[in-house]
C-alpha cells in the first residue's frame, strides 16, 4: 500500500500562480522527499526535510513538515511553465532502518502560460 | 560527471518471454534501487542492492530479480512476462543505503509485453 499520498491528483494554474500540492503518510518517517517527473522520464530530487524540521525552503520551492497530523506540503512560488510535470512526496519508514522510500502516486501540475 | 544511465530506453516483449534491464549508478554510489512505475499505480518499490547484496525486497513475485555487480552495476530480470508487466522501470543510485541519502533516478526503461 502507498505509504504517501498526493492531494490533488491535478492542478492547473497561470504563469506566476503559486501551486501548492499536500502529500500525506501514514507511519513514522525519518526523512520525507519531494521529487519532480517530467513527461514520464526519471525522477528529480527537489528537497529533503527531516522529521525533526518543520520548515525548509530552497529557491521558490517551500517545504513544510507537520509530524503530528503526518503530512507535508510544496509550495511552489510564482510558478513556470517549465515547472509542469509530476510531483511526488517520499517517505522511508522510521523503523527499517532502511532507504527504501515509499512513493504517493504524484500530483500531476499544469501551468499555463 | 555522468548520471544513473539505464538501458535499453525501450525494450518490447511478449508474453512468457525473459526481460534483462541495465543499470549504471553515478560513480562512487554503492546503492542502487530498482522501481516499477505503471499507469495509475504510481512508483512501486522493487529491489535494493548494496555492496552486491540485495538488502530490501517490495512485494513482488519471485519471477522478479536482479543483481548487483562488482562495478556496482545492476541488472533486473523479469522472467514469464506477463501482459500487466508492462510499465517503465526505474534506476535510482545513492551514495550508500542510509535514509538521508538523496536517490538520483535515471531516465527509465519502458517496457512493454505484448
Known amino acids: 500500500s502507498q505509504q504517501g499520498e498526493e492531494d490533488p491528483q491535478a492542478l492547473s494554474i497561470q504563469e506566476g500562480e503559486n501551486a501548492t500540492m499536500n502529500c500525506s503518510y501514514k507511519?513514522?518517517?525519518?526523512?520525507l522527499q519531494w521529487y519532480r517527473q517530467n513527461s514520464g522520464r526519471g525522477l528529480v530530487h527537489l528537497i529533503l526535510i527531516r522529521s525533526n524540521e518543520r520548515e525548509k525552503h530552497s529557491g521558490r520551492l517551500r517545504v513544510t513538515l507537520d509530524t503530528s497530523k503526518k503530512s507535508s506540503s510544496l509550495l511552489i512560488t510564482a510558478s513556470r511553465a517549465a515547472d509542469t510535470a509530476s510531483y511526488f512526496c517520499a517517505t522511508d519508514a522510521a523503523s527499517s532502518g532502511y532507504s527504501t522510500l515509499t512513493f504517493g502516486k504524484g500530483t500531476m501540475l499544469l501551468v499555463s502560460p | 560527471e555522468a548520471g544513473v544511465t539505464q538501458s535499453p530506453t525501450h525494450l518490447i516483449k511478449t508474453r512468457g518471454q525473459q526481460a534483462t534491464l541495465r543499470c549504471s549508478p553515478i560513480s562512487g554510489h554503492t546503492s542502487v534501487y530498482w522501481y516499477q512505475q505503471a499507469l495509475g499505480l504510481g512508483l512501486q518499490f522493487l529491489l535494493w542492492y548494496d555492496e552486491g547484496e540485495e538488502r530490501n525486497r517490495g512485494n513482488f513475485p519471485p519471477r522478479f530479480s536482479g543483481r548487483q555487480f562488482p562495478n556496482y552495476s545492476s541488472e533486473l530480470n523479469v522472467n514469464a512476462l506477463e501482459l500487466e508487466d508492462s510499465a517503465l522501470y526505474l534506476c535510482?543510485?545513492?551514495?550508500?543505503?542510509?535514509?538521508?541519502?538523496?536517490?538520483?533516478f535515471g531516465a527509465g526503461t519502458r517496457l512493454s509485453v505484448l
Open positions: 507511519t513514522s518517517i525519518n526523512n
Open positions: 535510482a543510485s545513492s551514495l550508500g543505503g542510509q535514509s538521508q541519502d538523496i536517490q538520483y
